[in-house]
């Protein structure tokens, strides 16, 4: 059933998704940037976080996409050009694409450098590439790329919502409250 269609708001489900991934996301994005400042005896914790952290949003991320599906998504306001929705919902999907494939990227890293991963320290979760320091340079370089796209593109997305909110003064960033 297609709830969020019948309604000017978001689906509760696909709400508390979309801000338990942005409270994540402002975590674990500058633990992942302080990576290369923090000395070595913090190190390893700076990395369990961030790594522990991006691996719940990546389950987040997928079950928020599922709610999306399930539930559908309001009506866009009305009187927004053409190009300014197309811009909005092509930045909302690589914000999916690029939050969904930003963690599954830093546990392949960690799974080419290492050989194994325990989320949060207790939870083994199978290697599907086995040890390969190669892969794992050139992982932590498109980790790293992505780390920055991902920052962009939530910079759009936040200067629509102040968009919407101050000079349209319409109702969108309701529809996510």
């Not at 909302?92 to 989320?119: E, K, R």
């Not at 939870?123 to 962009?152: D, R, Y």
């Not at 939530?154 to 969108?172: F, K, P, S, W």
């Amino acid at each position: 059933m297609n709830t969020a269609a019948q309604s000017d708001h978001y689906h509760p489900a696909a709400k508390t998704f979309h801000w338990l991934v942005a409270v994540l996301v402002f975590f674990v994005w500058p633990l992942g940037f302080m990576l290369d400042l923090v000395k070595s005896g913090v190190h390893n914790d700076f990395i369990f976080w961030h790594a522990s952290l991006g691996f719940t949003v990546f389950w987040l991320m997928l079950a928020r996409l599922c709610v999306r599906f399930l539930t559908g998504t309001p009506a866009k306001p009305s009187g927004m050009p053409v190009w300014l929705s197309g811009a909005a919902h092509l930045n909302q999907w690589l914000l999916y694409l690029a939050l969904i494939s930003q963690p599954l990227i830093g546990f392949l890293m960690i799974s080419a450098h290492s050989g194994a991963y325990s989320w949060f320290g207790f939870i083994s979760v199978p290697n599907p590439l086995g040890k390969i320091p190669g892969m794992a340079h050139t992982l932590s370089e498109l980790h790293q790329f992505l780390a920055w796209v991902i920052l962009v593109l939530i910079g759009l997305h936040i200067c629509g919502a102040l968009y919407h909110r101050v000079i349209r003064n319409d109702d969108t960033l309701a529809r996510m409250t």
